[in-house]
């Protein structure tokens, strides 16, 4: 069993900078797949960036290509989602998954493939 829980949502000013920690316990963290997902008022939840388990692969929605960046430290049990040039739009829920046991460069995008969920961090970008 797989526990979550996810820090460092809060409000942001359009242009600013939020940074997201997932802190894993139980199962074997290096062998899972991490997600990062969203959801707003209203709106299915989607993925915003995934990474392999090991670190050498990464995905991401187009909506935060170049502004968002994922990152984990196997060593401390801890996937990041750094998060610039804040949007409006980037208002939602902030959930962190994990696919546990997946290949090397495997990096599930749909909600359905992921096992475990963190609790959730809202995040709010607002003038």
């Known amino acids: 069993q797989v526990q979550l829980a996810e820090s460092g949502g809060g409000l942001a000013q359009p242009g600013g900078s939020l940074r997201l920690s997932c802190a894993a316990s139980?199962?074997?963290?290096?062998?899972?797949?991490m997600g990062w997902f969203r959801q707003a008022p209203g709106k299915e939840r989607e993925l915003v960036q995934g990474i392999s388990r090991g670190g050498g692969k990464t995905t991401s929605a187009d909506s935060v290509k170049g502004r968002f960046t994922i990152s984990r430290d196997n060593g401390k049990n801890t996937v990041y989602l750094q998060m610039n040039s804040l949007k409006p739009e980037d208002t939602a829920v902030y959930y962190c998954?994990?696919?546990?046991?997946?290949?090397?460069?495997?990096?599930?995008?749909?909600?359905?493939?992921?096992?475990?969920w963190g609790q959730g961090t809202q995040v709010t970008v607002s003038s």
């Open positions: 139980g199962g074997f963290f290096s062998s899972n797949a």
């Open positions: 998954a994990a696919a546990p046991n997946r290949g090397r460069w495997d990096i599930p995008t749909r909600v359905a493939e992921y096992d475990y």
